[in-house]
């Protein structure tokens, strides 16, 4: 079992930045591939950024590509939502996933563990 515990959310008005963090336990943080989603009220739960399984390589969601940057640091067991540029429509609950198995990066079915959500909130 993994646990997952998000931090770092917070208000900010438009064109800031912040940083969100997830520290993992319970298992070698080497083995999982770890993603953030978001969910905006009344909206699904949707993909923002992930590493590959080998996390080296990055994906991001069209709408965060060059705005956001998913980083990791396997020493401390945390993965890093570094998010800069921040619009009104980036407000949502951040999620940190993490998935053990070869599955799809960017749908939340391919994931086994999940935090319990951070609140970011973008004023215009």
């Known amino acids: 079992q993994v646990q997952l515990v998000e931090s770092g959310g917070g208000l900010v008005q438009a064109g800031g930045s912040l940083r969100l963090s997830c520290a993992a336990s319970?298992?070698?943080?080497?083995?999982?591939?770890m993603g953030w989603f978001r969910q905006a009220p009344g909206k699904e739960r949707e993909f923002v950024a992930a590493?590959?399984?080998?996390?080296?390589?990055?994906y991001y969601a069209d709408s965060v590509k060059g705005r956001f940057t998913i980083s990791r640091d396997n020493a401390k067991n945390t993965v890093y939502l570094q998010m800069s540029s921040l619009k009104p429509e980036d407000t949502a609950v951040y999620y940190c996933?993490?998935?053990?198995?070869?599955?799809?990066?960017?749908?939340?079915?391919?994931?086994?563990?999940w935090g319990q959500g951070t609140q970011v909130t973008v004023s215009s």
């Open positions: 590493f590959t399984r080998s996390g080296v390589s990055t």
């Open positions: 996933a993490g998935r053990s198995k070869a599955t799809y990066y960017a749908t939340p079915s391919g994931y086994d563990y």
């Open positions: 319970g298992r070698p943080f080497s083995s999982i591939a």
